[in-house]
């Protein structure tokens, strides 16, 4: 007995081990081993589904939040995507309140005033210097405090300007990181404007504890904030990128006082308004005219060989795949979604600028509720690092038919498919865009698919607001289609 039990677990151990080792495409938590019969063997095949491809508007009502990157800047000359342009208004205060200046205030002698921006990068052409205009917001359209403004919408809120506030500033992107050292600070990577000699006044001279250093809600009625944009004419196709609440961003009021404990003596001091995410209103504005572009030419065209997509404030891509509904009960190691960038045939040095969005997001359109939904079973959210990376989006740069640095994308969807060949789950559409911050409806992996919450993909793990487009092959491009690439054995 006891050397048949042997002999028989042997034989077991020996089965499960040619079983293992003839699936070495896949891990097997993504195989789904409970479908194979108990004496059952396999091979791997592969084949490739066709996919419908359209390219759509998505009027997403982006926010761009306090705490994200914002962009500033215009983009007149892209012929694919047509033109942007991005203004930033915002409001800085001091640490406390009421909030006076140092010494006396008749003692006071103003050296400057100066706006300092935390410089992030740029998207575009650097090879040229660009203008900046800093403007104060009207009272009579003042930034409302915790309001997230939507940010491909600023006709809506009609925020208006009137005085400027400095001279126009040339930013030269090739000095940008040179190192400011003084006696209050080593830094680099500043812009730095000079307010003029009215708004010096006007913060150092002017505003007290009585009038707007009051409280903050005095201060934003006394001075509503800071509008910053730039000068087209100067360059006119790059986006700079500034962060409000790093410590590089600031309002420096640079003065002189009579000293407390030294007659006759003076000290240099100089007091920081900064960016907090509470209570401070700001709005970052990205306004995108397509007309005219290329892209504008293939809305709405089904079936379209090539398709396009731009990070949010853009557009996405409407995909249907024929093939799911008729395909047999399969055991489905691996259904992954492929699209490849489409380049341009001669590229310049000018179309080489526009880089491709970092993160690609495919989700399932929800007909009943006319929502983007999470596709089941395979997107399982962004807490889950791993899950997540396994899902895809990620750009990949690749040399690909003679072209090098086209940029693909592959998505992992073969527990959806599973679902759909084996249990009969709903079919969808499917849709890819560029996220920058959106919540999409959530619903867990089978069996736990009973229930719906909410996912939040941020800025953290997806795009920067307006930067990355890409034009990708449709179903139907005869060198760069994009198609659904499934292995799968038969039962």
């Known amino acids: 007995m006891a050397s048949n039990k042997l002999v028989k677990n042997i034989s077991i151990f020996l089965f499960i081990g040619f079983v293992l080792s003839a699936c070495t495409r896949?891990?097997?938590s993504e195989i789904g081993l409970g479908l194979l019969p108990a004496s059952d063997s396999f091979n791997t095949k592969d084949t490739i589904l066709d996919v419908e491809t359209e390219t759509a508007d998505r009027p997403d009502s982006l926010r761009v939040?306090?705490?994200d990157n914002n962009v500033v800047g215009n983009i007149s000359n892209d012929p694919i995507f047509g033109t942007t342009t991005a203004s930033m208004y915002f409001q800085l205060k001091p640490s406390y309140f009421p909030?006076?200046?140092?010494?006396?205030?008749?003692?006071?002698?103003?050296?400057?005033a100066v706006l300092i921006l935390s410089y992030k990068g740029f998207y575009g052409d650097s090879t040229k210097p660009v203008t900046f205009n800093l403007r104060r917001i009207s009272a009579s359209t003042p930034l409302l405090v915790d309001?997230?403004?939507a940010s491909n919408y600023p006709e809506v809120y009609n925020i208006q300007t009137d005085a400027t506030m400095a001279n126009p500033y040339t930013l030269d992107f090739a000095h940008v990181g040179d190192s400011i050292k003084n006696k209050f600070e080593l830094a680099n990577n500043q812009i730095r404007i000079p307010l003029n000699k009215t708004f010096r006044d006007l913060f150092t001279k002017v505003f007290d504890t009585n009038t707007a250093y009051k409280t903050d809600t005095t201060l934003r009625q006394y001075f509503p904030g800071f509008a910053l944009t730039t000068t087209a004419s100067s360059n006119n196709n790059v986006l700079v990128v500034?962060?409000?609440l790093d410590t590089n961003t600031k309002l420096g009021l640079y003065y002189t006082t009579n000293s407390s404990t030294t007659v006759g003596a003076r000290d240099t001091v100089v007091d920081y308004f900064k960016f907090t995410t509470y209570d401070n209103a700001y709005a970052n504005f990205i306004k995108r005219n397509r007309s005219g572009s290329e892209v504008a030419k293939h809305y709405g065209i089904a079936k379209d060989s090539l398709v396009y997509v731009q990070t949010s404030p853009g557009t996405m891509v409407k995909i249907k795949v024929p093939g799911l509904k008729n395909f047999a009960n399969k055991i489905i190691h691996r259904a992954e979604l492929i699209a490849e960038q489409v380049p341009t045939s001669n590229p310049s040095s000018f179309e080489s600028k526009w880089i491709a969005p970092e993160y690609l997001f495919l989700g399932a359109y929800d007909s009943a509720t006319k929502s983007i939904r999470n596709v089941p079973n395979d997107y399982q959210g962004t807490v889950n690092s791993a899950q997540f990376a396994r899902f895809g989006g990620r750009v990949i740069y690749k040399t690909l038919l003679g072209f090098d640095n086209v940029a693909t994308y592959n998505?992992?969807?073969?527990r959806y498919m599973q679902g759909v060949v084996s249990r009969k789950d709903s079919i969808f559409d499917l849709r890819i865009m560029a996220p920058v911050n959106d919540?999409?409806?959530?619903?867990?992996?089978y069996p736990y698919n009973l229930s719906a919450g909410v996912d939040y993909i941020s800025r953290a793990v997806a795009n920067q607001a307006a930067i990355g487009r890409v034009r990708l092959g449709g179903g139907s491009h005869s060198k760069f289609r994009m198609r659904l690439h499934v292995y799968y054995s038969d039962l």
């Not at 998505?411 to 073969?414: A, G, K, M, T």
């Not at 919540?439 to 992996?445: E, N």
């Open 65 to 67: 939040y306090g705490s």
């Open 439 to 445: 919540s999409i409806k959530y619903v867990p992996p």
């Open 411 to 414: 998505f992992n969807i073969s």
């Open 242 to 244: 500034i962060n409000l």
């Open 26 to 28: 896949i891990a097997s």
């Open 99 to 112: 909030f006076a200046l140092t010494g006396n205030k008749d003692s006071i002698i103003v050296d400057s």
């Open 147 to 149: 309001t997230s403004y």
